[in-house]
T-cell receptor, first 118, second 112 residues
């Protein structure tokens, strides 16, 4: 299957700092990437959808100024958590939708990033 | 509003037996469904999918059944193996490949 790399896998930061998470599709071009957040024992909650070269579409209740998303190329999207606070501590997961063929109908997920804000 | 529901948070099955994980959805516009497997602290891994034009799709030990009239799908794993122990999420989308709606997951434990 297709490979999506997410980095870093874990980050611990102080309150008020910003954290950048990268999501790369390694062996296919991803026209669309998605960012999710997962709370303990809960489902994956879609935060935003990003399309290469255009602004991200945020889900209701997600602050776009706090969670900055950039999709600069067909293989890279970044999520920056600005001025992080303890309540932002969570597991963030990206996924990429394929460009053509079977990959077009499937989202391939990164390994996730565990963010802990002290 | 949870459009995709997995009502069983956990399931335990003996090794070698069949595991059946269930998923219900409410949106009749959903036409593409997927199952993902997730280990702790990892991203979900795609398992198997089915489009609404089919009622069954099989891949090795994994079979997904879709009952459109009941808005229900299920994942069968047979025979179950200890390595299958993980959380399984079902997901659904309308207009294939766009936003996916995930269920809350079912934690499967396969007992050796």
């Amino acid at each position: 299957g297709a490979v999506v790399s997410q980095h870093p896998s874990r980050v611990i930061c102080k309150s008020g700092t910003s954290v950048k998470i990268e999501c790369r599709s390694l062996d296919f071009q991803a026209t669309t990437m998605f960012w999710y957040r997962q709370f303990p024992k809960q489902s994956l909650m879609l935060m935003a959808t990003s399309n290469e070269g255009s602004k991200a579409t945020y889900e209701q209740g997600v602050e776009k100024d706090k969670f900055l998303i950039n999709h600069a190329s067909l293989t890279l999207s970044t999520l920056t958590v600005t001025s992080a606070h303890p309540e932002d501590s969570s597991f963030y997961i990206c996924s990429a939708r394929g460009y053509r063929g079977e990959a077009k109908n499937i989202q391939y997920f990164g390994a996730g990033t565990r963010l802990s804000v002290l | 509003d949870q459009q995709v529901k997995q009502n069983s948070p956990s399931l335990s099955v003996q090794e070698g037996r069949i595991s059946i994980l269930n998923c219900d959805y409410t949106n009749s516009m959903f036409d593409y469904f997927l199952w993902y497997k997730k280990y702790p602290a990892e991203g979900p891994t795609f398992l198997i999918s089915i489009s609404s034009i089919k009622d069954k799709n099989e891949d090795g030990r994994f079979t997904v059944f879709l009952n459109k009239s009941a808005k229900h799908l299920s994942l069968h794993i047979v025979p179950s193996q200890p390595g299958d122990s993980a959380v399984y999420f079902c997901a659904a989308s309308a207009n294939t490949g766009n936003q996916f709606y995930f269920g809350t997951g079912t934690s499967l434990t396969v007992i050796p």
